[in-house]
């Protein structure tokens, strides 16, 4: 910060915006100095702007909030059912969290979101593992041991909001993913080459040809401003360290947290550091990259056996689950094939190592819920 | 019993006896971590360099498994696991490549390339799939800068080319390989009867940014004697002749040295952002460039950016919110300016161009060699600490860049081209652009000259200031915000950048537009 401004401080308490009320805050995304309302109020209009402009949602809809406990998805599930009473949205709001069934894991964040029901009065849906896949996190543990169960906890996660949307047969899904998010996978994605990837990470909404859009309303929120925000929450007993520990949880894998992933975190709070506005400025050029159309993901089918949408025969799940059932947890993962190649239970070496092509080559710790 | 090249990484499990469990990053050892203690015992004896001896207590390993072993074939492509699953980074997170050192210390490696001379490139990092010998490392360098040379006809018999010389590496490397491919040419001229092809020029400059630079008055003749160095560096690689040029920074402010140097100064100074300034500095680098070359008859300017200083770009311009205009850097070809720019080394990298200066003993010397700051130096470290984790990951981003819409101009105008040779078969068409891309007449930033995207096209149409005519980024870190310290920075500005703005209709990007205009006739002319 330039010495200059921190003359001017004493004289200039006022919030920058309003004029009448002293500033207790520099925002984290403006560097203004606003008072408290100002904050809110801003940080609640920028949402509502980022809903209307991208027209997120129309009248009636039913829409599952992805609830994982943590801070984003709690702020999300507020301030949706804030804007959507004031604004008259005319949606219909429910919560939806994933239990994954790993002892202890859940019981904080569960509790958030039982208690997120009765606040907003939203009704909550818990859909557990057990009842999708047939077996728990800790089970799938069990049988695989820990080395391979990122590639499950990967491919469960991505398709546990999708199933339990389908259950409450609503029209969308929306996600806490922030801005920071969003800079860090639009890096990610340059890092690893993903140039079909790279293409879509910037979207405010994902899978519209699929049976249930994703949205991002907080695209644009910076994760700072997020963590400030709570205080407004009425009956407000949570801590900034509380949320840590449920955000944690929320996007990095329980049991292995990616180093490379972790580079890129890092890099983009120092970028923070010296200039706030590189998050917004990554995401820019996102969405600004000039990716011809003609590169496209893969042709998406439909899994033979639970409908999900596959590129393959099986999707990777129903693969996963069928070693799991079959006593052969590794299937599907690393070097050794599934049924989508006619090899079965090979335990044989390949001679290249698949690093792109297989389930395993993706960071569980993934963003996608 | 398995024998097998020890993989880095492996001795410092040496202290380890008995049951182990850990997770390893060859295929083998990643089988042998699969099966879970105690099943699996293994011992492991290891002598620090010497030939790691595993005996695993299994029956169920059979031989067939244990031939993928970290050794020659398998490790090449293997033995570096991409880091994409996190399973078991905390061990293989710094373990890189194999080192391929024999107990018998007298075994010199042969070259894998000529069979014959002694390696003195390493098996580094798998960047090189073969221990090389110094002749066969340089002969593959060399092949990568001629590759891209006259695959996007760089250079033809009748151009005159100046080359962007810092004393670095990088550009040392790109003389080096200019001037052999001119006296090749030379020597086939002399040789051929009717004469008919010339041999292109060659120029050298330098920017003399001491005005700039933090160089303390008494270290002036120190600069002196680095440019009198680099003279003899030159002035060393004839026949040919290569003239070189000294051409001072503030030399495109002002005639006279000393007012120029104010005025650069008092520009600077008007620039808060230490980003903002660095970034000012390299458009006032290629401002130079251009302008000298223009002046003397040059055509073509050659730059030495190699594939690392291209993936830095790729992830700061990224991070500046660049990302429309990003394709237009990392091309081959730019010819968005008067004189068109050409990147030969663009598939070397910055270490293998060190390793060749070094082995090849190219004398080279950094003048003006600040750490960078800001965006520019938190990128640079992220980039180094990524490549450190995975030595291909430069090549990736550079892939990654590689893989966007480029712009039309991105190559060689087919008038020039054609009217200096037509004898060469004309591969312009293997640049995938977009045909109805170069439809659209590209807008370029008045400060950065990086064309403009859809939304800041439609705010330069609409006013005729400066600041209109900027990108998003400069605006942001290198116009000034105040009304009057604006007006001041204009008022400052070199010629040559503010007449990108001034002129008929507010708008005075008159030899760009012109410059465009040529390609785009050629590429209807191309199509149909
Ligand atoms: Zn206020
Ligand atoms: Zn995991
Ligand atoms: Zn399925
Ligand atoms: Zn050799
Ligand atoms: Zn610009």
């Known amino acids: ?369 | 019993m398995i024998s097998f090249r020890t993989c880095r990484g492996f001795s410092r499990f040496n202290q380890f006896r008995g049951p182990l469990s850990f997770s390893f990053d060859s295929p083998l050892l990643l089988e042998l971590h699969q099966i879970q203690p105690p099943e699996a015992v293994f011992l492991l004896q290891s002598n620090y360099f010497g030939t790691s001896e595993v005996t695993v207590k299994d029956e169920k390993f059979a031989p067939t498994q244990r031939a993928m072993a970290c050794g020659q074939s398998a490790c090449k492509s293997n033995c570096y696991k991409e880091e994409e699953d996190g399973n078991n980074q905390e061990e293989n997170g710094r373990i890189s490549g194999c080192t391929t050192t024999n107990t018998d210390s007298d075994h010199t490696v042969i070259c894998s390339k000529c069979k014959e001379k002694e390696a003195v490139v390493p098996h580094n990092n798998h960047l090189y799939h073969d221990q090389l010998c110094l002749e066969c490392f340089r002969s593959s360098l060399f092949g990568k800068f001629k590759l891209a040379v006259t695959s996007h006809s760089m250079i033809s018999p009748h151009d005159k080319v100046l080359i962007g010389f810092s004393g670095g590496p990088a550009s040392r490397v790109a003389l080096q390989f200019v001037h052999e491919m001119q006296l090749k040419a030379h020597m086939n001229f002399e040789a051929s009867r009717d004469r008919s092809l010339p041999v292109f020029g060659v120029g050298v400059a330098f920017v003399n940014e001491s005005a700039v630079s933090s160089v303390p008055s008494h270290q002036v003749h120190q600069v002196n004697e680095a440019i009198k160095d680099m003279e003899s560096i030159v002035s060393s690689l004839a026949p040919p002749m290569k003239e070189m040029y000294t051409i001072p920074l503030e030399g495109i402010f002002s005639e006279i040295p000393q007012e120029g140097k104010n005025l650069l100064h008092e520009l600077l100074n008007t620039i808060s952002d230490a980003t903002g300034k660095e970034d000012f500095l390299q458009h006032l680098r290629m401002l130079s460039l251009q302008k000298f070359a223009s002046d003397n008859g040059f055509s073509k300017l050659i730059l030495g950016s190699c594939a690392s200083r291209i993936a830095c770009h790729v992830i700061s311009a990224t991070v500046k919110g660049q990302g429309y205009s990003l394709p237009a850097d990392v091309q081959y070809v730019d010819a968005r300016w008067k004189i068109p720019v050409v990147l030969p080394l663009r598939d070397c990298l910055a270490h293998e161009l060190n390793l060749l200066c070094q082995l090849g003993s190219l004398r080279n010397l950094k003048l003006f060699d600040r750490p960078l700051s800001g965006i520019n130096g938190q990128v640079s470290s992220f980039v180094a600490l990524l490549q450190e984790e995975n030595p291909s990951r430069e090549r990736t981003i550079v892939r990654t860049a590689e893989k966007l819409t480029p712009f039309s101009f991105n190559k060689i105008p087919e008038t020039d081209h054609a009217n200096n040779h037509p004898s060469l078969p004309r591969r312009l068409k293997a640049q995938n652009l977009k045909s109805n891309e170069s439809i659209a007449v590209d807008v370029f930033c008045a400060v950065c000259v990086g064309p403009l995207s859809a939304s800041e096209m439609q705010k330069a149409k609409s006013g005729d200031q400066f600041a209109a005519n900027c990108c998003q980024s400069c605006l942001f870190q290198i116009l000034p915000k105040e009304p009057s310290a604006l007006q001041n920075f204009y008022s400052l500005l070199p010629e040559s950048m503010s007449r990108r703005v001034k002129g008929a209709n507010g708008v005075g990007r008159h030899w760009l537009r012109e410059k465009i205009a040529d390609c785009l006739l050629s590429d209807d002319e191309a199509e149909t």
């Open chain 1, 1 to 369: 910060m330039p010495s200059g401004e921190e003359a001017k401080k004493s004289d200039s308490r006022q919030c920058c915006i309003c004029s009448l009320r002293r500033a207790v805050l520099k925002r984290p995304k403006t560097q203004q100095q606003i008072c408290r309302e100002c904050f809110f109020s801003a940080f609640e209009n920028e949402i509502h702007q980022v809903i209307v402009e991208n027209q997120l949602f129309r009248p009636g809809e039913r829409v599952a909030i992805g609830a994982s406990g943590g801070k984003d998805s709690t702020v999300l599930a507020y301030v949706l059912s804030e804007l959507n009473r004031r604004h008259n949205y005319g949606l219909d709001l429910y919560l939806l969290s994933v239990d994954e069934g790993i002892t202890g894991y859940r019981d904080d964040s569960l509790e958030t979101v039982k208690r997120n029901e009765v606040q907003y009065g939203l009704p909550l849906k818990i859909v557990s593992y057990k009842s999708l896949y047939g077996w728990t996190m800790d089970e799938i543990v069990k049988a695989i041991g820990l080395k391979n169960n990122c590639t499950f906890c990967g491919v469960f996660r991505r398709q546990a909001l999708d199933r339990g949307a389908a259950l409450l047969k609503t029209d969308k899904l929306v996600t806490g993913h922030n801005a920071d998010d969003m800079a860090e996978t639009v890096l990610l994605n340059i890092l690893r080459g993903d140039i079909a990837r790279l293409s879509r990470c910037t979207l405010i909404t994902t899978g519209e040809d699929g049976p249930i859009p994703r949205c991002k309303p907080f695209k644009y929120t910076y994760e700072k401003e997020i963590v400030i925000y709570p205080p407004h929450l009425k009956n407000y007993f949570y801590t900034y360290a509380y949320f840590k520990k449920l955000d944690y949880f929320s996007t990095e894998c329980i049991y292995s947290p990616n180093a490379y992933r972790g580079f890129a975190r890092e890099f983009i709070k120092d970028l923070e550091r010296i200039r706030p506005r590189a998050i917004i400025d990554i995401i820019r050029s996102g969405e600004n990259f000039r990716i011809s159309t003609s590169t496209k993901m893969p042709e998406q089918g439909t899994c033979e056996l639970c409908g999900y949408i596959s590129s393959q025969k099986w999707c990777k799940a129903c693969v996963l689950l069928d070693g799991l059932n079959r006593g052969l947890p590794r299937q599907g993962i690393g070097r050794t094939r599934g049924p989508n190649s006619a090899k079965k239970d090979g335990l044989k070496i390949q001679p290249e190592m698949e690093t792109e092509s297989v389930v395993r080559s993706k960071p569980c710790g993934t963003l996608d819920f």
